[in-house]
């Protein structure tokens, strides 16, 4: 039968045993597994102080990021809210370009656009004012997503406004050019002997009509080209004496009759103020003058209606 006890001498310095003991079987393993136990919560306990430890001594590195990473998103709220602003600028100074590009249209007589036309849409209004700090709440992929929408709304208003101005420039460069080849300067200074229209002829005394202007001024005084145009006659002609004729384009024609000496010649090309011949008193002529005709797609008109000089 298994004993309950075990039994424990105890012996003095001498080896002498003294006393006898009785300790209960069951302690022994019991002290063993206090043991045990106590030795794994002193493990755990270590361990825990050890990462504790280590957390401790990484607060703050942490902090550091963290305070990083707060001013890295700090800089880049205020990137966007900048963006923003710059994108609400260039959309005002598109809205000015396109207001600006209506003054010209009614300054230079243009061809108007519709009064109700936008910039950023027909129909549309003037662009919508963006708040930066309420976009920067927003959720980021809506607020890239609004940005998108107003970068693309953008380009199509720019792209619009240069076609717009390229239209201004070639309706310009069109009036530039007709206002070129338009005789608005008198091609000599004199006295007007002779005006547009219905005349007793000095030579016939009968009732003619007069396609021109007779302008007397001293023989050899300078004639000048009223417009730019190309020189197509430059030769004698019957009763008209020496004469030149200009091609100015757009339907216009200018004649110069009576002519002394012939300064340019046919397929020369002139520009308005430069001398072309001299006054004489060729053909069928009274005196020395300049016999001065403008028509306008074949019919003669009164030249006194072009001059701005």
Known sequence: MLKKKLTVWIFDATGTPVQKASIPRLLLPMGMLLFIGAAIMVYLGITDYLRLKDATQSIPNLRANLQTQAELVDHQQNQIAAFTLKIEQLKGQLADLHDFEQKIRVIANLDPKDSGESIFGVGGSDPEEIDPTTMIEQDYQDLIRTMHDEINE????????????????????????????????????GWITSRFGRRQSPFTSRSEFHRGLDIATRAGTP????????????????????????????????????????????????KRGETIAL??????????????????????VNPMNYFLN
Request: glycine share 12%; no cysteine.
């Open 279 to 300: 006054v004489g008193n060729t053909g069928r002529s009274t005196g020395p003058h300049l016999h001065y005709e403008v028509r306008l797609n074949g019919v003669a």
């Open 223 to 270: 004639i000048l080209a009223p417009a730019d145009g190309l020189v197509t006659y430059s030769a004698r002609k019957g009763l008209m004496g020496n004469m030149v004729t200009i091609d100015h384009g757009y339907g216009m024609v200018t004649r110069y009759g009576h002519i002394q000496t012939l300064l340019k010649k046919k397929g020369q090309r002139v």
């Open 154 to 189: 953008m380009d199509h208003a720019s792209h619009d406004q240069q076609n717009a101005f390229a239209s201004i420039f070639s309706q310009l460069e069109g009036k530039r050019n007709l206002l070129a080849a338009t005789p608005s300067i008198r091609p000599v200074k």
